[in-house]
């Protein structure tokens, strides 16, 4: 019903920059926030950023000021921004999403495939 599409991870050493993308697709009816997880081994997934619809973004403190979401609300996409990347931001970064489908009476979250982050020193 509802597909969400990670592009833009990959190898950057320290300093640098990279942009994610994440695409949701399918019968969507609404979306009410979009956001960026990530995790790496051994340890929980975590909040990096969160963007509500007409709401306040959230970022984690490790990230601020270094990273940046935004969306296009009209291509049903979530960007993530990331600059001046460190080795301790190297993890599997997942985009999140709360949809309502056509179909459904509620809010459903739904989870990207993943892309992985490495940044080397």
């Known amino acids: 019903q509802v597909q969400l599409v990670e592009s833009g991870g990959g190898l950057v050493q320290a300093g640098g920059s990279l942009r994610l993308s994440c695409a949701a697709s399918?019968?969507?009816?609404?979306?009410?926030?979009m956001g960026w997880y990530r995790q790496v081994p051994g340890k929980q997934r975590e909040l990096v950023a969160n963007?509500?619809?007409?709401?306040?973004?959230n970022y984690a403190g490790s990230v601020q000021g270094r990273f940046t979401i935004s969306r296009d609300n009209e291509k049903n996409t979530v960007y993530l921004q990331m600059n001046s990347l460190k080795p301790e931001d190297t993890a599997v970064y997942y985009c999140?999403?709360?949809?309502?489908?056509?179909?459904?009476?509620?809010?459903?979250?739904?989870w990207g495939q993943g892309t992985q982050v490495t940044v080397s020193s």
């Open positions: 999140n999403a709360a949809i309502r489908t056509t179909s459904g009476s509620y809010q459903v979250n739904y």
């Open positions: 399918g019968t969507i009816f609404s979306i009410n926030a």
């Open positions: 963007m509500p619809t007409g709401g306040r973004i």
